[in-house]
């Protein structure tokens, strides 16, 4: 193996991603299996879960499967013993279990709030607690949050979305901070507009899908297949020096002015 190609290879790694049943999570849990990493992947979609572990199996990678959920109060130690169970130990977490819900700011129900909070910002933060106890006595991890456009940017009528994203976001830097000393780094990826199951309304209205692809600077929507490149950066030697930092995948959307 040439210096560049050890610099991204994750052989030998063991790395879990949330919400990796389908769209973005797939996506990055099968950019770590490609670069050489053992995965877990958690959802609590099951069937869905065990389709993409099964298709992923198939083609030789080395996917493993836990459908849970990430709210519970056992989960994150329940997620510790799994993963060092099937992948011997974890090198990489990826937090990227994600929920939405749009309602008009001034009805908006607190159970939805309620909801986006626990799995958008409550687990990432326990499921972190957890596994970076682990990584410390390895002396070393990557942990990387998925955030989004809207943990810098105000949308309409979502405000639960938007201030978890944004809390989110400096979690990682909070989390980065701290534990850093053990040899840990966390940073955050924000995708801008995927075409995923999330957006599906969004990208199959004509209008909307218009105005979102002109608002951004390469003229189309995101695939999940363009997350792989960065996820694996930061899961890799190549990024053993950085740590706190947000890195935004949006074809251009927060640079854009006119």
Known sequence: MSYLESLFSLRGMGAV???AARGNGLALAEALLRAGAAVL?????????????????????????????ITRADFPERLVQEAVACLGGIDVLVNNAGVTFSHPVLEYPEEAWDTTYRINLKAPFR???????HMRE????????????????????NPAYVACKGGLKQLGKSLAMDLGPFGIRVNNVGPGYFHTDMTRKSYADPERNRQRRERTVLGRWGEPRDL???????????????????????????????
Do not use: H
Not at 138 to 157: M, Y
Not at 241 to 251: A, H, L, M, P, S
């Open 17 to 19: 991603v949330t919400g």
């Open 41 to 69: 992947l958690v959802d609590r979609l099951e069937p869905e879960l065990a389709t993409s572990v099964a298709a992923l199996r198939d083609e030789g990678l080395t996917a493993s499967g836990l459908a849970a959920d």
């Open 138 to 157: 390895r002396g070393s991890g990557s942990i990387i949050n998925i955030t989004s456009l809207n943990a810098e940017l105000a949308f309409p009528d």
């Open 228 to 258: 792989a490149g960065v996820i694996v950066f930061l899961a890799s030697p190549a990024s053993s020096y950085i740590t706190g930092q947000d890195f935004y995948v949006d074809g251009g959307w927060l640079i854009k002015g006119l």
């Open 127 to 133: 499921i972190a607690q957890a596994v970076a106890a």
